[in-house]
């Protein structure tokens, strides 16, 4: 038996990577999209919750699945806009997004629509310091926790509310670290065991 070594970043948590809908912004029902910043409904505390990591110290990047560009929904210059509003709006409030990264295809056309690491590599790109065991992934999707497991992360799966949880959310709530009802318990938990 393989001694059970937990999350040998613990103490030292560098990075966060955040799904987006339904863990920043409320989820629309199954089939629809966000597809302009009137639709995007920031969901309660989030934004005290990513002021939090910023004065912890803690890089927050968004990898974001949009196949709704794919499905020609609406666009990668729409994603874009919601993007720069909700930046705007943190930025009011003491707090920001270090990146935003999104995949705009459709399932099995390309490497970074999560659960493949595509968007960890844009990210690494650009912050080469990022590193796995000390780095996070919250989402509240089975591809987030799988994503996240794959590259070694520690995982936290926000089950957030019952009727708009996925088909995957059983295996996803076994195979996270944590398990959680919203981004500011996600952060507490990340947060708290630390210590
Ligand atoms: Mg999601
Ligand atoms: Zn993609």
């Not at 996270?176 to 210590?195: E, G, I, K, Y």
């Amino acid at each position: 038996m393989q001694p059970s070594v937990v999350h040998p970043g613990a103490q030292n948590l560098r990075t966060c990577f955040l799904d987006r809908d339904g863990v920043l912004n409320r989820k629309m029902p199954e089939g629809r999209y966000v597809t302009s910043w009137s639709e995007f409904e920031i969901l309660p505390g989030v934004v005290q919750s990513i002021a939090r990591l910023n004065r912890a110290g803690i890089r927050v990047i968004v990898v974001s699945n949009q196949r709704g560009i794919a499905k020609g929904l609406y666009t990668s210059a729409d994603v874009d806009a919601i993007h720069a509003s909700f930046q705007e709006q943190l930025k009011a409030q003491g707090a920001h997004v270090d990146h935003f990264y999104f995949c705009p295809h459709d399932k099995q056309s390309c490497d970074c629509r999560k659960p493949l690491p595509g968007m960890f590599d844009q990210a690494r790109r650009d912050f080469p310091e990022i590193d796995p065991a000390h780095s996070a992934m919250i989402g509240d999707s089975l591809s987030d926790i799988e994503f996240g497991r794959r590259l070694g992360m520690r995982t936290v799966f926000v089950e957030g509310d019952p009727e708009h949880r996925k088909a995957g959310a059983p295996d996803a709530a076994r195979l996270a670290d944590f398990r959680v009802l919203s981004l500011p318990a996600a952060v507490d938990a990340l947060l708290d065991s630390r210590q």
